[in-house]
């Protein structure tokens, strides 16, 4: 997109904000086209799934934003579906979304808001399956005052592990009642390990409407992914992509310096972006960009997704495709591999949110939920390592690196 076509898209997108009220919808009278995607001012929207609800495709994964004034310029870009959690910045995440929505008096049914509820090992283990789903619909409550609404558009069970958490009928009894009341219009859930049987099992059960999972550039030979998530969507099930920007940190260990510095910024996130969202049975992206900087980056690409030079140049260079090796899909096959049975799939994850999001919170809270006996202190730092990774995810530096970081 040139400039012009830049500048007009900001000033398109906020013209539809007068005095901070929204005058016009922003999704009304579209075409519906033969390719099944509506577009309207060349800004690319789809359906999300069997949900009636209608996204740009890109939106905002708002997990690492602490500046208020980030979400602002968001709206005023177009974005229009804002991904938070419970968990994120202890609910002040939540409440951040919601007093922003209050001050600029966005009505309610312009946005799509989504948020989790994670539940703690002691509630995934309570013996009485009404007190899992009593501290589930607690915490929703929470979420609710939080964003200041009376019901968010998804509400995802957030970072299940197991076909036996999706299947689980208080969850279920609890989402349900949720819907009936009004609360929530779409039940989804998330998840952060290798997910295609429990995408497979939730498609043939038909209880989800959404799903939130990891897609990248990395799994791009991984075809049992893209086979469960083509079969998810043909089942009406909304998908949405997080971890779209494959934790970038990690190409450039394998990346000469000059490249890098070529391709960081705009060649990178474009590239990367339009990757994922080339596939079409993605219904939106939820990049987690916390400057005005990415956010540019990012928004650009819900008006075009064809890939400039320079992006063909990224995705094809050998140096990037052997760097996309070392991104870890927390599949879990190291685990069984480290003699003291150190849960290295989920220290990967802490190793991610600490070491290349900077997110330290998230990584205490993700390091929280690992059994004590398998932590980063039963790490031994053995003379060699003897976890192997089916990838090439240097795992011993990892582990290290994370040592001192979390001390
Ligand atoms: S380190 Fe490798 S084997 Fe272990 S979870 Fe990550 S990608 Fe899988
Ligand atoms: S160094 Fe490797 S093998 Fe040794 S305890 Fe740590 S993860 Fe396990």
Same mark, same amino acid.
């Given at each position: ?319 990037? $495709? ?5 991104? +870890?899909?927390? %599949?879990?096959? #190291?685990?069984? /591999? *480290?003699?003291?049975? !150190?849960? @290295? ?26 059994? $004590? ?5 039963? +790490?031994?730092? %053995?003379?060699? #390592?003897?976890? /192997? *990774?089916?990838?090439? !995810?240097? @795992? ?12």
């Amino acid at each position: 997109m040139h400039q012009s076509d830049r500048r007009n898209f900001i000033k398109n997108a906020a013209g539809l904000l007068v005095s901070g009220v929204m005058s016009k919808p922003l999704l009304e009278n579209l075409t519906y086209n033969q390719t099944g995607h509506y577009k309207k001012d060349d800004l690319i929207i789809r359906k999300l799934g069997r949900t009636g609800i209608q996204l740009p495709i890109v939106s905002m994964g708002v997990m690492n934003a602490n500046n208020p004034n980030l979400i602002r310029a968001a709206i005023n870009a177009g974005i229009r579906h804002f991904d938070t959690a419970w968990v994120y910045q202890g609910g002040n995440n939540e409440k951040m979304i919601g007093n922003v929505l209050k001050e600029m008096a966005i009505n309610r049914g312009e946005v799509v808001l989504a948020t989790k509820v994670l539940l703690d090992r002691n509630s995934q283990q309570a013996g009485d399956g009404n007190i899992k789903k009593k501290n589930f619909m607690d915490r929703f409550a929470e979420s609710l005052q939080r964003l200041q609404t009376d019901y968010v558009d998804i509400l995802y069970y957030h970072d299940v592990w197991n076909v036996d958490q999706v299947m689980d009928p208080y969850i279920k009894e609890a989402f349900q009642q949720l819907k009936d009341e009004g609360k929530i219009k779409a039940a989804g859930f998330s998840s952060h390990v290798y997910w295609p049987e429990i995408v497979r099992k939730a498609a043939d059960d038909g209880f989800y409407d959404v799903l939130l999972l990891s897609f990248n550039y990395a799994m791009s030979n991984d075809n049992n992914t893209v086979d469960a998530l083509k079969y998810a969507a043909a089942k009406g099930i909304g998908i949405i992509a997080m971890k779209t920007q494959c934790q970038q940190a990690w190409y450039k260990q394998n990346v000469p310096a000059e490249a890098q510095a070529f391709y960081e910024g705009k060649i990178m996130h474009g590239a990367l972006l339009k990757w994922v969202l080339t596939h079409d049975f993605i219904t939106t992206a939820v990049p987690g960009f916390n400057t005005y900087e990415q956010l540019n980056e990012d928004v650009m690409v819900a008006y075009d997704l064809r890939y400039s030079p320079d992006e063909i140049k990224f995705l094809e260079d050998h140096h990037i $495709k052997v760097a996309m090796n070392a991104v +870890c899909r927390f %599949c879990g096959e #190291c685990s069984g /591999t *480290c003699p003291y049975g !150190v849960e @290295i799939s989920k220290l990967m994850r802490v190793h991610m949110y600490a070491a290349s999001y900077g997110n330290y919170y998230m990584a205490r809270i993700t390091a929280s939920e690992i059994e $004590k006996n398998k932590g980063l202190q039963q +790490c031994h730092e %053995c003379p060699v #390592c003897m976890a /192997t *990774c089916r990838n090439s !995810v240097n @795992i011993a530096n990892r582990l290290e690196e994370l040592k001192m970081i979390m001390g």
